[in-house]
């Protein structure tokens, strides 16, 4: 169920003596590895240019390379106090490293600073979920859809928790709230539809599920978790071909 939380690079400052205009352009265009060689070499002309260092830190994260991140966001710390979403994206790197324990520390760290940031309190929730706190995930959760209202990964990770808790009829209910708010979204994810359709499978709901899955599929097609409920689901239907397919891609995936 991870998914990545929404969150922004620091803001372009005139303080460096790199120019930052071309590095911002490049990450947000999700050219982190150029993103990464450009702030590189703006650091060796200059050790301390501080925004290139934590806008360094950023790109190393995005790029999914968090040990070096760490490395680049304590470099930085040495020269500036941190900011709050300096300090989420921290916690971040140690979400990527399975830390836990320190993700939670820093998450914390950057709501103390800033409260009001609802991605830092559904990134907080994903951690406490993470770690079998699911009244406290459900709570941060909630929380985070009073300051973010209609945000289907709030939603969705709230059914995740309200499963948890054995409450399975308030999952279902916040699956489809996700589902609905998701559509005609930029970003529109397949957990939410994938959730509801291993739900609706122990029901009986065959024809539901497959239409779900199906979208679910069109949307991630390199998911082999959508691929292997489709496999379950078509053996089910009794329809052998399809299920061996299914199951087959989702180990070649």
Known sequence: HAQVVGTLGPSPTASDACPLAQDHALIDKASYSDAE?????????DN?????????????????????????YTAAAGLRTPSAEDLKNVALDYVLVNDYTDAEKWMRASLARNP????????????????????????L??????????SSK?????????????????AVAAYRKAIDWQQGSAHTSEQPLLNLAAILITRNQADETLTLLL??????????KVHEQLG???LLKDDLPKAQSELEHALQI
């Open 48 to 72: 301390g240019a501080v925004d290139a260092r934590y806008l360094l830190a950023y790109a190393l994260m995005r790029d999914n390379k968090p040990k070096d991140s760490l490395a680049e």
């Open 154 to 170: 709030a939603v969705n990770n709230l059914g995740l928790c309200y499963e948890a808790l054995g409450r399975e009829d308030d």
């Open 116 to 139: 009001g940031d609802s991605d830092a309190v559904y990134g907080l929730g994903r951690i406490r979920y993470t770690q079998g706190h699911y009244p406290e995930a459900r709570d």
């Open 215 to 224: 979208q679910a599929a069109t949307i991630a097609p390199d998911n082999e």
């Open 141 to 150: 959760f909630l929380k985070a859809l009073t300051l973010s209202p209609r």
């Open 37 to 45: 060689q450009s702030l590189k070499l703006c650091i060796l002309h």
């Open 232 to 234: 379950h689901l078509y």
